[in-house]
């Protein structure tokens, strides 16, 4: 039902800052949880942060407690990660993803938690 379009990648050098946005069509967009994942040549797809419906409750994966924030914007069908003090390891393709649900029932950690998907961006921290 809910379709997903990622923004925002592009090249930046080790302890800069990059913002990456997700646009969500739909009337119902505060009733998704949302989520960013992120993947490396490689590697699987991995959980970095996921934002209840209202906005008031955050999950992150440890690597980027304190560096990432994860925000939401419901007047404006979107979702946000704002990365900080970025390094070479977070070099990856970053997907946003939806899911219908409420927080307290799953950890919205695991991609086979999420019903819809976007196309993803590219995110590349030069040293």
């Known amino acids: 039902q809910v379709q997903l379009v990622e923004s925002g990648g592009g090249l930046v050098q080790a302890g800069g800052s990059l913002r990456l946005s997700c646009a969500a069509s739909?009337?119902?967009?505060?009733?998704?949880?949302m989520g960013w994942f992120r993947q490396a040549p490689g590697k699987e797809r991995d959980f970095v942060a996921a934002i209840s419906g209202s906005g008031l409750n955050t999950r992150y994966a440890d690597s980027v407690k304190g560096r990432f924030t994860i925000s939401r914007d419901n007047a404006k069908n979107a979702v946000y990660l704002q990365m900080s003090s970025l390094k070479p390891e977070h070099t990856a393709f970053y997907y946003c993803?939806?899911?219908?649900?409420?927080?307290?029932?799953?950890?919205?950690?695991?991609?086979?938690?999420?019903?819809?998907w976007g196309q993803g961006t590219q995110v590349t921290v030069s040293s």
């Open positions: 993803a939806a899911t219908r649900g409420y927080w307290s029932s799953s950890s919205y950690t695991r991609m086979n938690e999420y019903e819809a």
């Open positions: 739909g009337r119902t967009f505060s009733r998704y949880v």
